[in-house]
């Protein structure tokens, strides 16, 4: 993921730019208060060195999120820990079996997370921030729900449009989704 500012007099925007699905460059700017998304049909060249596909799970024992590389050299490693985690593209999965063995056992495991390409960049706290304020809130409860679920209507989803940001507040040490 790419992060860039410009600033055209009254026009200043953030820009983020990754791989959607198919290998399309996805751009997602924000101006002005509001979020546009755009998918060209060029495929752009991005920094290698800033992004990972990756499945971000909440870990129970630290009150966090881990994050699993899902390729590279760490491939099915836990390569970090963070309260924070930007992802573009989001995926929100659940594995049937490990909710059903949820159920059974009436005691929680790693079975859902999200998958998304990582961004690293200086203004992903910008863009958490945003995804926070105007972004839609996801949750997922495996006693109630076999999917994630928009947390306003409790609609299925499993792909987000653009942008996913993962907080723990530090507070309460609870974990909160929203997505733009």
Do not use: W
Not at 14 to 27: D, F, K, M, N, P
Not at 80 to 97: D, G, I, Q, Y
Not at 123 to 144: K, L, S, V, W
Request: with cysteine; aromatic share 8%.
């Amino acid at each position: 993921m790419h992060a860039a500012i410009a600033d055209g007099g009254d026009n200043l925007h953030r820009e983020c730019t990754g791989v959607a699905s198919g290998g399309a460059a996805l751009i997602v700017r924000f101006q002005k208060g509001f979020v546009a998304m755009q998918q060209s049909l060029s495929i752009k060249p991005l920094p290698e060195r800033k992004q990972m596909k990756v499945f971000v799970y909440f870990n129970l024992h630290r009150k966090c999120f881990s994050i699993k590389a899902l390729e590279g050299a760490n491939k099915g490693r836990v390569i970090k820990h963070s309260n924070a985690v930007l992802l573009c593209c989001p995926e929100f999965r659940v594995s049937e079996t490990g909710r059903q063995r949820v159920l059974k056992e009436q005691r929680k495991n790693v079975h859902a997370g999200v998958v998304g390409i990582l961004s690293e960049d200086s203004d992903t706290g910008y863009f958490i921030d945003m995804a926070q304020r105007q972004g839609e809130r996801i949750t997922y409860n495996p006693y109630r729900f076999s999917t994630f679920v928009r947390a306003a209507d409790e609609s299925p989803i499993t792909k987000g449009e653009a942008l996913a940001a993962l907080v723990v507040d530090p507070a309460t040490k609870k974990a909160s989704i929203h997505h733009i």
